[in-house]
Protein backbone atom coordinates (compact mmCIF):
# COMPACT_ATOMS: atom_id res chain seq x y z
CA UNK A 1 0.00 0.00 0.00
CA UNK A 2 0.95 3.87 -0.54
CA UNK A 3 1.53 6.02 1.89
CA UNK A 4 -1.90 7.93 1.02
CA UNK A 5 -3.75 5.24 1.38
CA UNK A 6 -2.22 4.02 4.47
CA UNK A 7 -2.89 7.44 5.93
CA UNK A 8 -6.55 6.68 5.07
CA UNK A 9 -6.51 3.20 6.65
CA UNK A 10 -5.13 5.23 9.68
CA UNK A 11 -8.62 6.38 10.65
CA UNK A 12 -10.51 3.32 10.38
CA UNK A 13 -10.75 2.34 13.91
CA UNK A 14 -7.22 0.98 16.32
CA UNK A 15 -6.69 -1.73 14.09
CA UNK A 16 -6.68 0.31 10.61
CA UNK A 17 -4.24 2.42 12.97
CA UNK A 18 -2.11 -0.26 13.83
CA UNK A 19 -2.11 -2.07 10.35
CA UNK A 20 -1.59 1.39 8.89
CA UNK A 21 1.85 2.27 11.49
CA UNK A 22 3.48 -1.72 10.78
CA UNK A 23 2.99 -1.73 6.86
CA UNK A 24 3.76 1.98 6.74
CA UNK A 25 6.77 1.78 9.49
CA UNK A 26 9.83 1.42 6.64
CA UNK A 27 8.28 3.63 3.64
CA UNK A 28 6.57 6.59 6.23
CA UNK A 29 6.43 9.63 5.03
CA UNK A 30 5.77 12.92 6.04
CA UNK A 31 1.78 12.57 5.05
CA UNK A 32 1.50 9.24 7.09
CA UNK A 33 3.59 10.38 9.76
CA UNK A 34 0.79 13.25 10.00
CA UNK A 35 -2.30 11.53 9.58
CA UNK A 36 -0.87 8.82 11.57
CA UNK A 37 -0.61 11.64 14.70
CA UNK A 38 -4.13 13.08 14.14
CA UNK A 39 -6.10 9.38 13.97
CA UNK A 40 -4.17 8.40 17.28
CA UNK A 41 -5.78 11.78 18.60
CA UNK A 42 -9.05 10.33 16.98
CA UNK A 43 -8.76 6.78 18.68
CA UNK A 44 -7.66 8.83 22.22
CA UNK A 45 -10.95 10.79 21.63
CA UNK A 46 -13.19 8.10 21.04
CA UNK A 47 -12.08 5.81 23.94
CA UNK A 48 -12.51 9.11 26.27
CA UNK A 49 -15.91 9.47 25.00
CA UNK A 50 -16.60 5.80 25.67
CA UNK A 51 -16.12 6.13 28.75
CA UNK A 52 -18.29 9.60 29.07
CA UNK A 53 -21.28 7.50 28.36
CA UNK A 54 -20.54 4.74 30.32
CA UNK A 55 -21.11 7.43 33.17
CA UNK A 56 -23.81 9.17 31.85
CA UNK A 57 -25.91 5.70 31.34
CA UNK A 58 -25.44 5.09 35.01
CA UNK A 59 -26.41 8.73 36.35
CA UNK A 60 -28.95 9.71 33.80
CA UNK A 61 -29.83 6.21 31.63
CA UNK A 62 -33.04 8.00 30.45
CA UNK A 63 -30.28 10.54 28.68
CA UNK A 64 -27.86 8.11 27.84
CA UNK A 65 -29.17 6.93 24.05
CA UNK A 66 -29.45 10.63 23.44
CA UNK A 67 -26.01 11.85 24.43
CA UNK A 68 -24.25 8.49 23.14
CA UNK A 69 -25.62 9.28 20.14
CA UNK A 70 -24.16 12.37 19.97
CA UNK A 71 -20.89 11.53 21.15
CA UNK A 72 -20.67 8.75 18.36
CA UNK A 73 -21.22 11.03 15.73
CA UNK A 74 -18.43 13.43 16.90
CA UNK A 75 -16.09 10.67 16.66
CA UNK A 76 -17.57 9.09 13.31
CA UNK A 77 -17.25 13.32 12.13
CA UNK A 78 -13.74 13.18 13.32
CA UNK A 79 -12.88 9.74 11.24
CA UNK A 80 -14.59 11.31 7.95
CA UNK A 81 -13.00 14.91 7.85
CA UNK A 82 -9.47 12.92 8.52
CA UNK A 83 -10.45 10.74 5.37
CA UNK A 84 -11.16 13.36 3.40
CA UNK A 85 -8.05 14.98 4.76
CA UNK A 86 -5.59 12.57 3.90
CA UNK A 87 -7.78 11.55 0.31
CA UNK A 88 -6.57 15.03 -0.28
CA UNK A 89 -2.98 14.67 0.72
CA UNK A 90 -3.76 17.88 3.08
CA UNK A 91 -2.26 18.36 6.49
CA UNK A 92 -4.52 20.08 7.64
CA UNK A 93 -5.13 19.43 11.54
CA UNK A 94 -8.72 18.12 12.66
CA UNK A 95 -10.75 20.95 14.65
CA UNK A 96 -10.16 21.17 18.59
CA UNK A 97 -8.13 17.94 18.81
CA UNK A 98 -5.55 18.52 16.04
CA UNK A 99 -2.99 20.35 17.44
CA UNK A 100 -2.99 18.04 20.60
CA UNK A 101 -2.51 15.79 18.49
CA UNK A 102 0.67 16.45 16.52
CA UNK A 103 2.07 17.64 19.91
CA UNK A 104 1.33 14.58 22.29
CA UNK A 105 1.94 12.40 19.48
CA UNK A 106 5.40 13.87 18.81
CA UNK A 107 6.95 10.47 18.92
CA UNK A 108 5.66 9.22 15.88
CA UNK A 109 8.16 10.61 13.19
Not at 58 to 81: E, F, K, N, Q, T
Not at 91 to 98: R, S, T
Request: no cysteine; charged share 15%; aromatic share 10%.
Amino acid sequence: MDNKTLSIVSYITVIGWIVAFFLGKEKADNLLKYHLRQALGVVVLSFALGIVIQVVARILPAMAMLISSVLYLISIGYMVIGILNAAGEKQKPLPIIGQWSDKTFSFIK
